[in-house]
């Protein structure tokens, strides 16, 4: 079992930043991919930065404006969003594979004004 909190949630305006957290219950070197993912209002949910392999994805709409990174003392995945727009408006949901399960965060909340 692996449990998964999202913190770092919150309104801002847009051109402004946040920062997510992902504090997982076990070492996250231990998963296979971890990432962030995010959920618009009436839109299906969308991959938004993964790690895999050593790799790093992003959606193209985050591209220059999100960083995702590990923070292994903290058994944490960050997401940093800078240059926020309201299209960027979603909740944001936190994703591990461990041993061939998927697990997910509950989410947290990202609100950017205009």
């Known amino acids: 079992q692996v449990q998964l909190v999202e913190s770092g949630g919150g309104l801002v305006q847009a051109g402004g930043s946040l920062r997510l957290s992902c504090a997982a219950s076990?070492?996250?070197?231990?998963?296979?991919?971890k990432g962030w993912y995010r959920q618009a209002p009436g839109k299906q949910r969308e991959l938004v930065a993964i790690?895999?392999?050593?790799?790093?994805n992003y959606a193209d709409s985050v591209k220059g404006r999100f960083t995702i990174s590990e923070d292994g003392a903290k058994n944490a995945v960050d997401l940093q969003m800078n240059s926020l727009r309201p299209e960027d408006t979603a909740v944001y949901y936190c994703?591990?594979?461990?041993?061939?399960?998927?697990?997910w965060g509950k989410g947290t909340l990202v609100t950017v004004s205009s």
């Open positions: 994703r591990a594979e461990y041993s061939g399960v998927d697990y």
């Open positions: 790690i895999k392999s050593g790799r790093i």
């Open positions: 076990r070492s996250i070197f231990s998963f296979n991919s």
